[in-house]
């Protein structure tokens, strides 16, 4: 139980282009999903918190009009990267937490971003 | 301000050695302690994890001790194979409906053959 799936699992576009990566909880539903990055042997970076059916909470430095974030339902989030740049190129990673008292987070598998 | 410390940064165990890696925190409000395991190009998986009302967690070959007078947590892999050498993570955060983790900066695990 508790998987998380995340589309494309890697993902080459040009700079200047926008590129929408999917993460889904299959098998339980999502209340909070939470989106980070990860550069090459560093940890991983809390992007922003989205709550079913409100507005994302985006962590300080991250620019909420280039990521956007939608959690449509209980099940599916969404990140756009808007405007591409090589340096927005990084390992993206979902995360979802399920409903009622629960601390435990379930990460996807990833999504490469390479913005040529 | 990094809120959780991991150490070292990188190890290496022979097979069938014990693994330690060891997390420091600040927050005192802090009271989810997990520790994920990442392989090169997957997203973390939850190993194990522990809450301050006890001192240790035993899950086959993986045993959380936590400490929490010094603020401190460990990861004890007994029997390393070369299967675990991965990065691992810890990571701390509050119970609350809304509490994000805090991640520790990884280590790099090696188990030599």
């Known amino acids: 139980g508790a998987v998380v799936s995340q589309h494309p699992s890697r993902v080459i576009c040009k700079s200047g282009t926008s590129v929408k990566i999917e993460c889904r909880s299959l098998d339980f539903q999502a209340t909070t999903m939470f989106w980070y990055r990860q550069f090459p042997k560093q940890s991983l970076m809390l992007m922003a918190t989205?709550?079913?059916?409100?507005?994302?909470?985006?962590e300080q430095g991250v620019e909420k009009d280039k990521f956007l974030i939608n959690h449509a339902s209980l099940t599916l989030s969404t990140l756009t990267v808007t405007s591409a740049h090589p340096e927005d190129s990084s390992f993206y990673i979902c995360?979802?937490?399920?409903?009622?008292?629960?601390?435990?987070?379930?990460f996807g598998p990833g999504t490469r971003l390479t913005v040529t | 301000q990094q809120q959780v410390k991991q150490s070292p940064q990188s190890l290496i165990v022979q097979k069938g050695g014990i693994s330690i890696i060891n997390c420091a925190y600040e927050n005192t409000a802090f009271d989810y302690f997990p520790w994920y395991q990442q392989f090169p190009g997957k997203g973390p998986a939850l190993l194990i994890a522990i809450r301050p009302d006890v001192s240790e967690k035993k899950e086959g070959r993986f045993t959380i001790s936590f400490n929490k007078s010094a603020k401190q947590f460990s990861l004890h892999i007994m029997d390393s194979q070369p299967g675990d050498s991965a990065t691992y993570f810890c990571?701390?955060?509050?119970?609350?409906?809304?509490?994000?983790?805090?991640f520790g900066k990884g280590t790099m695990l090696l188990v030599s053959p």
């Open positions: 989205s709550n079913e059916g409100s507005k994302a909470t985006y």
């Open positions: 990571a701390a955060s509050m119970r609350s409906g809304y509490s994000t983790l805090t």
């Open positions: 995360s979802a937490r399920g409903t009622g008292d629960s601390d435990e987070q379930y």
